[in-house]
């Protein structure tokens, strides 16, 4: 009980969250090491060598040059050690697996939403299967937020206007805190919600619960809605590229260049269309800026993400095909 | 007096009741004087007014934090309180203190000087300084500001309802003053050495203060560019950081951290000087390895412009430069090892005293290294993602600020004070202080490294209730912490009228200050003086000693 009053680190919910508390008791070792080595060197100087009636002045001793070169190279090599861990360790928590369930979190002041792809909406609370990787697709509607899992050692930055996405497999089924880490205003602290990591078989039924259908299919109705069906058709008549197998795809540009459609190709492609123009099309689509929600901007994503199969013939990928 | 030297000896012929305080008389021999001394005088008293307020907006927030509710101030008071304690102590106490007020009375004596290279442009510094610190009052007054000392856009641009522009104002206005500093410094450094007096037997507090002011110099005019980028952005609409504008957000952090990284340097570089001095005097001894000490100060003035972006670890930048700013930033942490290593080293077969500098300077090794180290979690960005924007980092900033910087400012004015006025302060009560910076200060900020761990992030005004045990544990540390800046406040004050009377010497250190009178004529020496000993040469001041007794 002592313990749960007085915690020294959160549980370990997560994949990463051995690795990074590996290497935080690692600097804990080393670190604690070299400063209490520092502390008690000094304080057994400053008392042996005290000044007495014997020794007002200092003796004139030089210690040996050599040790310069040490304190400069053995910190050297530790910090090289320290930075390939921390590197690693970064690199592969920014490289989100290709099975990871696809969740979308937008912040706003001050309250998280998050929207499941079967259609699920929730505020300040989450739901995500336990040992199965967690993709968040995430933007904000105002100022910078950040979303930070503690139990699971993660968080980053939510951006008005450009999605960014973070990961996470939780390990261990339990409710855990969510935290806004990025001062936003008033309520900042209050920008908190749940983490809850059920077992597989729950999430499923969890999920059954209704929804106004999932989010692909509630982009699809807006995809229609703003009328994006009638340049973009599904074939190689359109006036707009296809979208089918679009994302994730090279795309050549107008001016020449291949970029990924990755969510922030797509997302300029829909609120800023003339950024970046396919090449063999006109710069014809009107902006969309101002007149589609976060939120169904992020169905509209989850839509165009879900038109998969084969590319038509003589459509945007003509530069690049054979 | 074992402490007495050959310089009291040489003192005794020309020993002169006119100094630079009772020079002239009236308020205005004070505000249009051109004395370095004089405004050094000006500026600590701005500075210690600046440094109760700024610590009256912590202690309200630590009293707040006693609980997880938010029940004494609201959330907006609490956002102001912890904005306003972060503008003030960074621009108006912890960037000016130790250059403005230390090295502008020891600087020019240090090198034999009468004066800096542009007495007039030193007042207009102070001028600034006080344009930006009413500026920043009236802010406060009129209602404070709630962004942050950081900015961060587009809250502060489109969003927050408070003082936006008059506060970055204020920044913008305080930069300059910073800027005319350091490059005062910079001239009488290169141009106004006494006679004999080489680069290599400088005092270490002025290569300190020489790689302080180039950082100024180059950093702090991006600074103005930023706050002047944002005044426009808030006041007329320009987008450069606003997305609904065509703007990027990350741009302004980039830009933010440019200037504010190297400040971390600015704030942290005269500390180290004033820790090698300190050191030297109070263990009779040269610094151990005196040249790496003296390079390592622009090594890390150089390195601080080149890890800005390790602040947006997970801001998003790319994960290749991350990693190129995380190799950089472990890289800046060598010099400043080089610098703890050697001051431990110097302790060995010295003559260690005890008194109250020494006390604060042994403390600020010790809480600079706690500091330095904790930066190295940070740097490992795989941890950093974790431990950024939480209490760790809050921790982690205040043991290299406070504990580094206010340490040392607080150890630096001890140790000059008898200079600056001629008294001795009380050494019990002044040992008893430092005691109590030392202890309340580790109470309050030890803790935040294990909150920040556990997940508590920074800027919460009401928080999880499983945080409350080591948030109360701050605050008690606070309080302490409180009392020990209240003492000296209190014995320095009346050591003006009531201290000892301290001789031109009190310490028997070496140095060109400690060979004038205290406190020193307005011109600083009688003639001007010719250097011919290396900084910190104990056994030549030895020898010396040797040969007046045997006169």
């Known amino acids: 009980m002592m313990v749960a009053d007085f915690p020294l680190w959160p549980d370990q919910a997560s994949t990463f969250a051995r690795d990074v508390d590996n290497l935080y008791i690692f600097l804990i070792l080393v670190c604690g090491t070299v400063a209490v080595g520092v502390f008690l060197t000094i304080f057994y100087f400053a008392i042996k060598f005290r000044r007495r009636p014997d020794n007002e002045l200092a003796q004139d001793y030089e210690p040996p040059k050599l040790l310069e070169v040490m304190w400069i190279a053995i910190p050297s090599v530790i910090f090289m050690g320290l930075f390939v861990w921390g590197s690693w360790l970064y690199f592969h928590m920014s490289r989100v697996p290709d099975d990871a369930l696809d969740i979308y979190a937008?912040?706003?002041?001050?309250?998280?939403?998050?929207?499941?792809?079967?259609?699920?909406?929730?505020?300040?609370?989450?739901?995500v299967p336990v040992n199965r990787p967690v993709k968040i697709t995430m933007a904000s509607e105002d100022v910078i937020h950040s979303l930070f899992f503690p139990y699971f050692r993660t968080k980053a930055d939510v951006l008005p206007n450009r999605y960014r996405t973070m990961w996470f497999q939780a390990t261990k089924t339990g409710r855990y805190h969510i935290f806004c880490a990025e001062y936003c205003g008033t309520l900042h602290s209050g920008m908190i919600g749940w983490v809850d990591v059920m077992e597989s078989a729950?999430?499923?039924?969890?999920?059954?619960?209704?929804?106004?259908?999932?989010?692909?299919?509630?982009?699809?109705?807006?995809?229609?809605?703003?009328?994006?069906?009638?340049?973009?058709?599904?074939?190689?008549?359109?006036?707009?590229?296809?979208?089918?197998?679009?994302?994730?795809?090279?795309?050549?540009?107008?001016?020449?260049?291949?970029?990924?459609?990755?969510?922030?190709?797509?997302?300029?492609?829909?609120?800023?269309?003339?950024?970046?123009?396919?090449?063999?099309?006109?710069?014809?689509?009107?902006?969309?800026?101002?007149?589609?929600?976060?939120?169904?901007?992020?169905?509209?994503?989850?839509?165009?993400?879900?038109?998969?199969?084969?590319?038509?013939?003589?459509?945007?990928?003509?530069?690049?095909?054979? | 007096m074992t402490t007495a030297t050959l310089h009291d000896v040489r003192l005794v012929g020309a020993s002169t009741n006119r100094n630079y305080i009772n020079d002239e008389y009236g308020a205005l021999s004070w505000l249009l004087t051109k004395d370095h001394k004089r405004i050094a005088i000006l500026y600590l008293i701005s500075v210690s007014i600046m440094f109760v307020l700024g610590g009256f907006f912590a202690m309200m927030m630590r009293i707040e934090l006693l609980t997880p509710d938010g029940?004494?101030?609201?959330?907006?008071?609490?956002?102001?309180?912890?904005?306003?304690?972060?503008?003030?102590?960074?621009?108006?106490?912890?960037?000016?203190?130790?250059?403005a007020v230390l090295g502008n009375f020891i600087l020019p004596i240090q090198l034999g000087a009468k004066d800096l290279a542009f007495?007039?442009?030193?007042?207009?510094?102070?001028?600034?300084?006080?344009?930006?610190?009413?500026?920043?009052?009236?802010?406060?007054?009129?209602?404070?500001?709630?962004?942050?000392?950081?900015?961060?856009?587009?809250?502060?641009?489109?969003?927050?309802?408070?003082?936006?522009?008059?506060?970055?104002?204020?920044?913008?206005?305080?930069?300059?003053?910073?800027?005319?500093?350091?490059?005062?410094?910079i001239v009488t450094i290169h141009r106004m050495r006494a006679p004999g007096l080489t680069w290599y037997r400088l005092p270490l507090f002025v290569?300190?203060?020489?790689?302080?002011?180039?950082?100024?110099?180059?950093?702090?005019?991006?600074?103005?560019?930023?706050?002047?980028?944002?005044?426009?952005?808030?006041?007329?609409?320009?987008g450069f950081f606003d997305p609904a504008l065509g703007g990027d957000p990350v741009l302004y952090q980039h830009m933010f951290w440019f200037y504010s990284h190297p400040a971390v340097y600015i704030m942290i570089l005269p500390a180290m000087g004033v820790a090698s001095d300190v050191v030297a005097a109070f263990t009779r001894k040269k610094i151990f390895g005196y040249?790496?000490?003296?390079?390592?100060?622009?090594?890390?003035?150089?390195?601080?412009?080149?890890?800005?972006?390790?602040?947006?670890?997970?801001?998003?930048?790319?994960?290749?430069s991350a990693m190129i700013f995380s190799f950089l930033s472990f890289f800046v942490a060598v010099p400043s090892a080089i610098k703890v290593f050697n001051w431990t080293a110097t302790l060995y077969r010295a003559s260690v005293s005890w008194q109250t500098p020494m006390l604060y300077i042994l403390g600020f090794i010790g809480l600079f290294t706690i500091g330095g180290v904790t930066g190295l979690f940070l740097a490992s960005i795989g941890l950093d993602i974790h431990v950024t924007d939480t209490y760790f980092v809050v921790a982690h900033f205040h043991y290299v600020m406070v504990g580094g910087t206010v340490m040392a400012y607080m150890a630096g004015l001890h140790y000059w004070w008898p200079k600056i006025t001629g008294r001795m302060y009380p050494e019990w009560w002044a040992?008893?202080?430092?005691?109590?910076?030392?202890?309340?200060f580790n109470l309050t900020f030890f803790p935040q490294f294990i909150l920040g761990y556990v997940g508590m992030p920074r800027r919460y005004h009401a928080y999880a209730p499983e945080f409350q045990v080591l948030n109360?544990?701050?605050?008690?540390?606070?309080?302490?912490?409180?009392?020990?800046?209240?003492?000296?406040?209190?014995?320095?004050?009346?050591?003006?009228?009531?201290?000892?009377?301290?001789?031109?010497?009190?310490?028997?250190?070496?140095?060109?200050?400690?060979?004038?009178?205290s406190p020193p004529p307005k011109e600083n020496f009688h003639e001007t003086p010719v250097v011919t000993w290396d900084a910190y040469d104990y056994p030549a001041m030895m020898k010396a000693m040797g040969e007046t007794q045997n006169v």
């Open chain 2, 71 to 99: 029940d004494l101030l609201t959330s907006d008071t609490y956002n102001k309180f912890f904005t306003m304690h972060g503008v003030v102590m960074i621009f108006f106490f912890l960037i000016p203190a130790i250059p």
């Open chain 2, 119 to 185: 007495p007039k442009i030193n007042l207009l510094s102070w001028y600034l300084y006080m344009a930006a610190a009413v500026v920043g009052l009236v802010v406060i007054i009129t209602g404070g500001v709630d962004t942050g000392w950081t900015f961060y856009t587009p809250f502060s641009t489109q969003y927050s309802n408070t003082h936006v522009f008059g506060t970055t104002l204020a920044g913008f206005i305080a930069g300059f003053s910073s800027i005319l500093t350091g490059l005062n410094f």
């Open chain 1, 202 to 322: 729950d999430y499923q039924k969890w999920l059954a619960g209704g929804t106004e259908g999932s989010m692909a299919s509630q982009g699809e109705q807006l995809f229609q809605r703003y009328a994006c069906n009638t340049c973009h058709t599904n074939d190689a008549g359109g006036r707009g590229p296809v979208l089918a197998g679009l994302y994730g795809r090279d795309v050549t540009l107008s001016t020449g260049t291949v970029v990924k459609a990755d969510e922030n190709y797509i997302r300029e492609s829909i609120l800023n269309p003339q950024a970046k123009t396919v090449k063999g099309f006109q710069p014809i689509m009107p902006t969309f800026q101002g007149q589609v929600s976060e939120d169904d901007l992020m169905k509209l994503l989850a839509y165009v993400k879900s038109l998969t199969g084969p590319i038509p013939q003589a459509t945007t990928t003509k530069g690049v095909t054979q």
């Open chain 1, 106 to 127: 937008t912040g706003k002041q001050w309250m998280w939403k998050f929207q499941h792809p079967t259609g699920q909406r929730e505020i300040n609370s989450l739901h």
């Open chain 2, 291 to 320: 040249r790496f000490v003296a390079f390592s100060s622009l090594a890390i003035a150089f390195l601080g412009f080149l890890v800005w972006a390790h602040h947006l670890f997970v801001a998003g930048i790319s994960v290749y």
């Open chain 2, 431 to 440: 040992r008893l202080a430092a005691l109590l910076v030392f202890v309340g």
């Open chain 2, 207 to 238: 290569w300190a203060m020489y790689a302080t002011s180039v950082v100024m110099l180059l950093a702090t005019p991006v600074l103005a560019i930023t706050l002047t980028m944002l005044m426009i952005e808030r006041a007329v609409g320009v």
């Open chain 2, 472 to 517: 109360v544990l701050s605050t008690a540390g606070a309080s302490v912490l409180a009392v020990g800046y209240i003492l000296p406040i209190i014995y320095l004050v009346w050591s003006i009228w009531f201290g000892r009377k301290a001789g031109p010497n009190p310490w028997g250190a070496v140095g060109l200050e400690w060979t004038t009178s």
